[in-house]
């Protein structure tokens, strides 16, 4: 690739989303995927410039999580300057990153991996799937109730017998109102 113009991105995660904001452009978008976020950095810039997106070399830069990314940089770095023969330092380093990644911050094992420069293979053995349900400290929810019938001994009929439909929450402060209920989880 011929980079004619470079940018950086910043991210930041939104629930499931990241938005991305590169500042050079003035430009701001959203994808799912770090992937995706690349691919749309890119294109955004190049209708913002006019230029053609094979032109656009871009930065990807995730500010909340840098310190974490320094630390395991650093930690594989010290390694391999001092030569040490004990392999389990930036294995144990990056599998602490890759689970605070995939189960604190709640990021894909596949974006997990792009940070760390991993595999999703690797990834996955790092950080494994979460615990099945038997073994989590809440209850089961249970099995769903038939169609038709109140769910949680709510009964959402109106005074017309027709079931009402739950009423949407209000956005919260901290989640912009572009993004969804299921973006939480």
Known sequence: M?????????????GRWWAVDIPQAA?????????E????????????????PDMITVELVVPEFAALLYDVQRGVRRTKAHRVTDGGAPHHALADAARTLVEDW????????RLLGLSH???????????????????????????????????????SGTTA?????????????????????
């Open 165 to 185: 439909l739950p009423r949407h929450r209000p956005a919260s402060p901290t989640r912009p109102s572009w993004a969804i209920a299921e973006d939480d989880g």
């Open 106 to 113: 709640r990021v894909s094992q596949s974006d997990a991996g």
């Open 121 to 159: 293979d690797e990834i996955s053995r790092l950080a494994p799937p979460r615990a099945p349900a038997a073994s989590r400290p809440w209850p089961a929810l249970g099995p769903l109730p038939a169609p038709g019938a109140p769910a949680s001994g709510v009964d959402r009929t109106n005074v």
């Open 27 to 35: 430009v701001h978008t959203q994808c799912r995927t770090l992937d």
């Open 37 to 52: 976020a690349e691919t749309m950095a890119r294109d955004a810039v190049a209708r913002a410039h006019g230029l053609r």
């Open 2 to 14: 011929n980079a004619g113009y470079q940018a950086q991105a910043r991210l930041h995660r939104i």
